[in-house]
């Protein structure tokens, strides 16, 4: 709800790992396909799957796991095959970990027994800090006993989690891992899974309705319409895209390039220079120097004329206006500022820019409020 | 002791050959019962109905043709003889391969509903992590068709036990090899000795009430497939 | 005035039974339904109320036992057949018409019917007694548990001899396929099938008429040509 | 024609009968499933494993106690007496009561597994739409445990078309009336008469083999009960 | 995710109707009850249910349809006995309908079949206009052929909804009905339940762990918290409460009364006067004289000390501040502020509170920027 603005290591490397997927799904009696996509994608870092309910997110997933046996495709993940015409390695033989829509605990195994499914069949065999690691994160040490019938949907789908982790996947699809749970468990969560892709360095293709989570920790996202493919990139790059379809229009943002430049201690803040200018951000505990990236959602970016000194705004970056886009909602507009090399993206009523009276090539002042920073 | 020593002589060879077809049953029977709940072939439903269609024979007929088949000029008879068994017809392995081909329905139909309605999900699951096809069978699909099985155990062995046509027919009465008690018990109602079939028959009945009764408690005990 | 009525036969007497009654109703205006069963069968079956008129058994206990019970009509028990037994076997030339083969015991099995159960079977057992053979034949015993069954043991190979009656063997006084002893009869008791009226026929004068049918000349030469003895 | 009257006249007897048992089976034994497959209670055991029963006595023997049982001095015979339908052994509507006895395992157990396996989310949805138990049962628990009905029709109706130790015993073979083509086969084997037992068996083979691969191919159409 | 202000017609009237729920679940097997309860909810609108995964939202949701038989419990419903210690109401009696967290639809009808099942059993027969209203709302004209294990989850739970709203019910229990679907999609929802409580003034019992959702939809909110009650009350007071746990303070927020008093149909806006001042908020087509609410997020609200009428920022309103408040978060303070007669609070981090120095009964203003009111 809250990710305005984030943080995170830079992990983009030159990248000659890859994903490879081409694939082309027509259930039957379907009229039309239900996936039909050539994709290639990181091989490592975090991929964010967007798009409406029945887009084919899922289906997707499944291809990528070997699950659906329609499929027409072709898929190599970091250089291996995983499927063409002459081959198909079926899914147990894909080092892989699903977190399912529907969390598809076994019924006739206790959450533990569940687990112990996952760590007995894993490659290597996992070290019980680790295990302890992933009981806690999920919060699940109390209900290890009960059957998958006596668990709230929420805890079901948190043992399916930790399951898919135990498993030591090379490559982790997760459909929507997070829907059912609350903040409150989002936020322990989320680290966990930064920490997964920064300390074991597999990708994840994530699926998410929730701008905060994929924000938060994706570092390219697909976006996918009937099927099709109609957006993809670093995420960036995708939701600066002033034309996708109303409904992701609303989380139109942007990711800028910094580096950790001063470290306050004493208000918990870290300050990222970019290229246009200083953000102070929630402190990270990331060391000086470190190259970050920071979300800006332009919902929370307001425009000023002059540069308020006065308010608890901290952030506030000279920019200029080089272009000014109606939305679908008739009282909204969505102005794209360049901040140094940078371009962010403002969500304004078109009031406050009749009132102001923007223009394109005026300079004028971003302010985007630090404290909705997450993390 | 109130049974005659050919009385105990035929519960043993009852449980015996129950145990026997039961385990046979079970063995066989699940495979074909897995390729029918799994498979999409139009070789299904014949497949199906040819299992079930022992059920559609009288006992005593189906007997006369296994007979027949297992006789020396059977089919049957010829490929056990020249691996060297000799003919099954008289001998307890006869009497098994009998009620087997018999009771195979009842062993079949169970693990099979239980089996498909199973759906793909758990099978799904097991498959991404990393279980292969052998492996998601003995730990899933095995406890998850607990009931089924258990269904199907419980009517292949009761219905070995009260079998009686085929064994009639195939076994040649045999004290200790062939005699089991379904014939004891027929002979003695044949032989108008009614105190005798009264006390072997109530004597069954309490026993395999007993086993009946231990299924069931061991089927309440699993957890039910049930989403809350 | 022409009726109706159920007779109960038991299953080792179908076939010459089947015959009789074809020649019967081509006569009469009385229709028999036949019902066949084991004797045992027949017996608990009347005991408990069914509805037949006439019971044919394989033996002379049971109808005597329905005497005793009064469940027949007093006197009308008597003897409608005598069987002879015979070793037979389905390969034509296992057989001279010897017990020598018996005596040399080269053979796997040796069918015959449950003497506990059949006439023929005790019969049987008393034909092994006398030629002294029970205790050196006896692992080889497949026991039918009526004289049909044992037949099928026999014709199907199983067995490759076996006693029989010799009304399965037997057709138009010869034997149809195999090769066969026919014992001296002098070895075993006469194998002697009763028949009786039952409370429910004692007033059908169809079964009076099917009775009185079994005495005629017909009914003894169907009787002969199945290789029933017949007493006059 | 090549089949004799009385041969005609077993099918018809044997498809009436056959049929008949196989409702009444489903009738019956639907509300028994249910109940087993759904109450906590202690009696489920021995309820369950008393169903089974008949299983285990060899068809003629228990075809022997029904005999007692429905005969004038039995218990059962004495109530369809004061019922004014005198006693049912001999009669069409005694061999049904039999077999419905003895078939009743084949039916409940299936049928009870499939229900079982339902779970209770569908109930609690259908509940929450307004229909009540007797709505909920035909709207969501007979479309779903379908499965299990076929499986239970088949195994009823099979199982009845091959039964002939009950049958010969209670309905003594009375042409017309009670005798049905499997005791129809028998007499003919009986009678040595192979080749109309072989024609006669092997006509009920061909037609219960379609009718198996009809209900097959019924079952079939039915949507999977399957998460995807 | 972007519902930071909130309008909705005040439905408040003085509540004869209530519902009072007072129940004990004990599962076997458990130590303690996962359910202990006293409520007395409001009869009418909409009441949000709260609380971490396992704390107990789904059982009181069962337990009020008479779905959990295990209930030691009172249950009246606007007067109604629904169950006491003499008396249960099976639920098929129940006026109600659920939205299950799994979609729970009938696996061996389509989703047509689906709706008719409720449409056949609905005590009234529903209008074509009505059915068609709900099939567009839930977009699933394209899909009522399919069967449910044809569909993607969140088509799945699109024909849960349409079902449940079939049957017309007189109470709509809804357990994370929106989780599995994407912002557009939701947004297309959302007015329609708006529009189903103030039309047919159904209450609605509503498990959400969004607070986009809630905010927009509830009046009532109560929070559980291992199967206690830890907060209740209207929306307003609730998510003021400084003293929540960590994961509910971020949904910290106000709630005003205000009256609309102008509309500016050129920018699609409109002016709602509260206690304060004068908001401006996305024009809802409200006439002017209605009494609405609207929601301020913490997280939104900035200080500044002087008024700046050259900023973006429409909402800029007098406040005093009478608390300020540490959160979990070392970074982050939480500021009450008096607003007129209102209470708002903001959300800043505590090197600004320290740079504008901001002290206990200062005067300044509270910035709000009104891009972000939904509606
Ligand atoms: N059938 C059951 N047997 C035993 N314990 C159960 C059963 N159902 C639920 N519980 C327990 O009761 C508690 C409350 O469960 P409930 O489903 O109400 O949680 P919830 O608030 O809906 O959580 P979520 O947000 O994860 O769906 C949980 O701790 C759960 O483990
Ligand atoms: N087994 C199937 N048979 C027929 N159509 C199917 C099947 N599975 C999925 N579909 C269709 O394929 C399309 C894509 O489904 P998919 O499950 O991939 O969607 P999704 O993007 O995951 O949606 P959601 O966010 O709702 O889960 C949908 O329109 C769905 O109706
Ligand atoms: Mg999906
Ligand atoms: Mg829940």
């Known amino acids: ?375 | 002791m109130i049974f005659s020593d050919s009385d105990i002589a035929a519960i043993w060879l009852t449980l015996r050959l129950a145990t026997t077809v039961t385990l046979v049953l079970l063995i066989i029977g699940t495979p074909i019962a897995w390729w029918l709940a799994r498979t999409k072939s139009w070789l299904k439903g014949p497949i199906g109905a040819l299992v079930a269609l022992p059920l559609v024979l009288p006992p005593t007929v189906l007997g006369f043709y296994l007979l027949i088949a297992m006789g020396p000029q059977g089919v049957l008879g010829q490929f056990t003889t020249s691996l060297g068994l000799g003919t099954l017809p008289f001998t307890f392995w006869g009497l098994v391969v009998a009620s087997v081909f018999y009771s195979m329905p009842f062993v079949v139909q169970p693990i099979q509903n239980a089996m498909e309605a199973l759906g793909d999900r758990p099978l799904e699951a097991a498959a991404t992590l990393r279980a292969g096809p052998i492996d998601r069978f003995f730990s899933i699909v095995l406890p998850l068709a607990k009931p089924g099985f258990i269904t199907a155990a419980i009517l292949g062995f009761a219905h070995t036990v009260g079998e009686f046509g085929i064994v009639l027919m195939i076994g040649g009465n045999i004290p200790g090899e062939t005699r089991v008690v379904s014939v004891q018990i027929y002979d003695h109602v044949e032989a108008l000795e009614y105190a005798q079939a009264h006390l072997l028959a109530g004597v069954m009945i309490a026993f395999s009430f007993t086993v009946l009764l231990g299924l069931y408690w061991f089927q309440r005990k699993s957890p039910l497939l049930v989403l809350k | ?232």
Request: proline content about 4%; overall charge neutral.
């Open chain 1, 1 to 375: 709800m809250m990710a305005d603005l984030e943080v995170v290591v830079d992990k983009t490397v030159i990248n000659k790992q890859a994903i490879h997927a081409c694939f082309n799904v027509t259930y039957p009696q379907a009229q039309s396909s239900s996936l039909d996509v050539d994709l290639t994608l990181p091989g490592r870092g975090i991929t964010a799957i967007f798009g409406h309910s029945g887009s084919g997110k899922t289906t997707l997933l499944r291809c990528i796991a070997g699950l659906e046996k329609l499929a027409q495709g072709n898929l190599s993940v970091n250089d291996v095959v995983w499927q063409n015409q002459n081959s198909f390695i079926p899914t147990h033989k894909r080092p892989l970990g699903y977190v399912f829509q529907e969390a598809s605990l076994f019924p006739h195994l206790t959450a533990q027994g569940n687990l112990n499914y996952a760590i007995k069949r894993a490659d290597e065999k996992i070290s019980n800090e680790d295990y302890q690691r992933v009981i806690e994160t999920m919060g699940i040490e109390t209900i290890l006993q009960q059957y998958p019938q006596q668990l709230s949907g929420g805890q079901r789908q948190r043992v399916a989690i930790a399951r898919a982790l135990l498993i030591q996947p090379q490559l982790l699809l997760m459909d929507e891992p997070l829907a059912s749970l609350d903040n409150a468990r989002k936020q322990e969560i989320l680290p966990y899974l930064e920490r997964l892709r920064s300390s074991f360095d597999i990708p994840i293709f994530y699926v998410s309705h929730s701008m905060d989570e994929v924000a938060r920790l994706a570092d390219h996202a697909v976006v996918l319409d009937e099927g099709k493919v109609i957006a993809q990139g670093s995420l960036g790059e995708v939701f600066t895209r002033l034309d996708l379809p109303l409904g992701f229009s609303d989380e139109t943002g942007a990711i800028l390039q910094g580096e950790i430049v001063e470290r306050d201690e004493q208000w918990h803040l870290a300050k990222v220079a970019v290229a246009g200018g200083d953000f102070w951000v929630r402190d990270g505990s990331d060391k000086i120097g470190h190259q970050v990236r920071i979300r800006v959602q332009a919902r929370d970016v307001s425009l000023a004329l002059s540069d308020h000194d006065d308010s608890s705004i901290l952030n506030r970056l000279k920019a200029e206006v080089i272009e000014i886009c109606a939305t679908q909602d008739e009282a909204m507009a969505l102005v794209r500022l360049k901040v140094g090399k940078d371009v962010i993206v403002a969500r304004l009523t078109q009031r406050s820019l009749n009132e102001l009276n923007v223009q394109c090539g005026q300079q004028l002042f971003a302010q985007i409020k630090s404290a909705a920073i997450i993390r």
């Open chain 3, 1 to 232: 005035h022409a009726e109706q009525i159920n007779v109960a036969v038991a299953s080792n007497f179908t076939a010459p039974m089947k015959a009789i009654v074809k020649a019967f109703e081509e006569k009469s205006e009385h229709r028999i339904k036949l019902s066949f069963g084991s004797s045992g069968k027949l017996f608990a079956q009347i005991t408990h109320g069914a509805p037949f008129a006439l019971f044919f058994s394989a033996d002379q206990t049971k109808p005597k036992i329905l005497e005793e019970k009064g469940l027949t009509v007093p006197g009308s028990r008597f003897t409608y057949a005598t069987g002879a037994l015979a070793l037979w076997s389905a390969d034509p030339t296992f057989l001279d018409d010897t017990a020598s083969r018996l005596q040399h015991g080269d053979f796997k099995k040796l069918a015959l019917a449950n003497p506990k159960l059949a006439p023929y079977g005790v019969a049987a057992h008393e034909v092994l007694e006398y030629y002294s053979l029970l205790k050196t034949t006896r692992a080889k015993w497949v026991q039918g548990e009526n004289i049909s069954q044992t037949y099928q043991f026999i014709s199907t190979a199983n067995a490759e001899l076996g006693f029989v009656a010799v009304s399965q063997i037997m057709q138009q006084g010869a034997i149809k396929t195999g090769s066969s002893w026919l014992i001296p009869r002098e070895v075993y008791s006469p194998i002697k099938q009763d028949a009786a009226l039952l409370l429910h026929g004692k007033h059908s004068p169809a079964a009076k008429a099917l009775l009185q049918f079994f005495h005629s000349a017909q009914a003894i030469d169907i009787l002969e040509s199945y290789g029933y003895i017949t007493t006059p």
